[in-house]
């Protein structure tokens, strides 16, 4: 596997100094209370809270759109610094993997390649057919996407199964017991998310009853681990799925699965040394930038604040 994608985990000790930075970042990050602000707050009080964090070196304007920008370079930066400790693999697997999955999704969509970035290119003479050390999973969910090209939300539902895929193997590779409960904590979740997506889009026409089986079928296939991807493979059509997802899958649930992943982030503090910090680090920071984003794009479209707590509210 080449080393862009090569998920190596040393020894505890190994990650002594990177570990003893985290602690530091780690008193940066936003409280509930700095959320709550920005989010009840005007353009001024989103500044204030994080130019005493280190966004501060990111922001380089005075408009909300100028702060959203500044929070994702921030984490950006944070990733490459990080890199340094840890493997590539590591941080591409668990903080790019999403980038990666859309990147794929694009050539599938529009066949054709649209990036002069080098990696990029030797990926997508990969999925292709051509040679290249890269994860198979790469390769096999576009083109499986290729198959759906006709139907976009559909090649998006594969993206998601597959991605979910990915993010459980990858996890497995680390052989860290607090990273693999997240992952299947979160793959729970996730195929929580795309039963209800795919609910939404039968009952709106979007796809029919031969799409959505197929595409219950390939869940079945890839995601044998979870109950609801195992049951809904022996649902026979649409109906039978909305009464399947009905019966199965509330609001309650969404709420419930993001406090069971922040709990075991939370018991990562315990973890004063080894990989498990840094990935825990990077998730929170990871989460906070997501929240932060929602904020400002709220704020930039008119959202009333009670909403754009909520919305936060369901992410944190």
Known sequence: MRKEFLIEIGEPS????????????????????????????????????????????????????????????????????????????????????????????????????????????????????????????FREAYLRMLSFKANPLSVGTILDIYRIKYLTKSAEQTGSTLICKYYNSYGESSVENVLSRLKDFSESGIIDDKSLVSMLRIMSEMLPGYNLSREVSEVRDIEEFKNFVNSRINEKNFT???????????????????????FVYLKRLQLEVSAISMILSGKMTGMKNEDIRERVSLAL
């Open 14 to 137: 190994q990650y002594n100094y990177i570990c003893g930075r985290i602690k530091v970042l780690e008193s940066f990050l936003l409280s509930s209370s700095d959320i709550e602000r920005i989010t009840l707050g005007d353009i001024g009080d989103v500044k204030t809270v994080l130019m005493d964090t280190p966004y501060k070196n990111f922001i380089k304007g005075e408009r909300f759109s100028d702060i959203s920008v500044a929070v994702f370079r921030r984490f950006n930066a944070e990733l490459v610094d990080v890199e340094k400790y840890v493997s590539q693999g590591f941080i591409n697997a668990f903080f790019r993997n999403k980038e990666i999955f859309l990147e794929i999704k694009k050539w599938a969509l529009l066949g054709e390649l649209q990036s002069e970035n080098k990696l990029y290119e030797e990926l997508y003479k990969f999925v292709n057919g051509g040679s290249g050390d890269f994860p198979v999973l």
């Open 256 to 278: 419930n699965s993001n406090k069971r992943l922040l709990s075991i982030l939370d018991s990562g503090k315990y973890f004063n040394s080894g990989v498990e910090v840094v």
